[in-house]
């Protein structure tokens, strides 16, 4: 794809998007599951100190900033690793 014109940004904007859908659901899925399941968690887990039963108050729009906070921060390490295009050139790849 390089050597038909696309420049790097471009293309690791491609191999970052690609990585989106499967990002998406891991985070939709991992918000839903924290929003319904972090009270009996902790339960469980501080049930050894004597805390039987939590009732910590889960927001919503908390939850879905951490979400979209993750998701960026998702994109932003694709991104960095797809950085190591920019050693290959169309010539280089000729040339072999």
């Known amino acids: 794809?390089?050597?038909?014109?696309?420049?790097?940004?471009?293309?690791?904007?491609?191999?970052?998007?690609?990585?989106?859908?499967?990002?998406?659901?891991?985070?939709?899925?991992?918000?839903l599951l924290g929003y319904f399941f972090t009270n009996p968690m902790l339960s469980i887990l501080l049930s050894s100190a004597g805390v039987k039963r939590l009732d910590f108050i889960v927001h919503f729009p908390i939850i879905l900033m951490v979400c979209a906070g993750i998701l960026i921060l998702a994109y932003i390490v694709s991104m960095f690793v797809s950085r190591r295009i920019k050693k290959i050139s169309a010539y280089g790849l000729l040339a072999e």
């Open 1 to 31: 794809m390089k050597a038909i014109g696309y420049s790097t940004i471009q293309l690791q904007n491609q191999i970052s998007i690609s990585f989106l859908p499967i990002i998406i659901i891991g985070v939709v899925m991992g918000g």
